[in-house]
């Protein structure tokens, strides 16, 4: 669309007079709202619900994990995810109950594919984790979230980390989470010096070419220069 609205202004600008400066101005009219409309879809946003349960419960939202970006295609590992809590969906009672019982796990899940701004949620899959209740409740409900994703914009795992080593029944009165959510991006390495392998190679390649050309010994050489040299000798001696 605008496309065709600046060719019909282009094109329109060939006319003369007054008609030619009012063209004019819708062609930078059309130029700017096409600047701004891709300049506004830079930097929308990315999104991921965090869901959980406790033991064989049924899942509920935890959380809304807002990862600014560009592009879902690339996105930028210097931008801190914001993590915006559903206080109600908590469940840190249950938690605690279960974290005494030390009978059930802890589960939470992320959708694996990152929707963007107003994109319902369909059921592509999950990524999950679980966790020991007691790790979290004896922590004071402090951790941090990982979120591990590619290139793509897929989430390819979940960590948590807490500051227990070991459940030893501690309770806690902290009464919320608090979450410190973090995203983990792939790093890429130092790419291999292919030039100087493949001059290597090459170089290799021609020792081993010269080494194979003749692998004869001295004298199956140069027979044909010791031969007549020991028979002259030979009869220098003879006629001495």
Not at 44 to 52: D, V, W
Not at 196 to 202: A, C, D, G, L
Request: net charge neutral; hydrophobic share 35%; charged share 20%.
């Amino acid at each position: 669309w605008y496309q065709r609205r600046v060719r019909e202004a282009v094109v329109s600008t060939q006319s003369t007079g007054y008609f030619k400066q009012i063209n004019l101005s819708m062609v930078w009219l059309v130029l700017l709202q096409v600047l701004w409309n891709v300049a506004f879809s830079q930097h929308s946003e990315f999104l991921l619900n965090i869901e959980h349960k406790i033991g064989s419960g049924e899942w509920s939202k935890r959380a809304t994990v807002i990862l600014p970006t560009i592009k879902q295609s690339s996105l930028p590992s210097h931008n801190k995810p914001q993590y915006i809590p559903v206080s109600s969906n908590e469940r840190v009672d249950e938690l605690k109950s279960a974290a005494i019982q030390n009978d059930t796990l802890y589960y939470i899940r992320t959708n694996h594919k990152v929707l963007e701004e107003g994109e319902i949620s369909e059921s592509e899959g999950y990524v999950s984790i679980v966790v020991r209740p007691c790790s979290i409740v004896e922590a004071d409900l402090v951790h941090t979230l990982t979120i591990h994703m590619d290139n793509s914009g897929y989430v390819t795992g979940l960590s948590l980390q807490t500051k227990t080593e070991e459940c030893v029944g501690k309770t806690t009165s902290a009464s919320s989470f608090s979450t410190d959510a973090q995203v983990s991006y792939p790093v890429i390495g130092a790419s291999p010096d292919v030039n100087t392998f493949i001059q290597m190679k090459e170089a290799e390649d021609r020792k081993k070419t010269d080494e194979s050309k003749d692998k004869r010994s001295f004298f199956a050489k140069y027979w044909m220069y010791i031969v007549p040299a020991v028979l002259f000798f030979m009869m220098s001696m003879g006629g001495s």
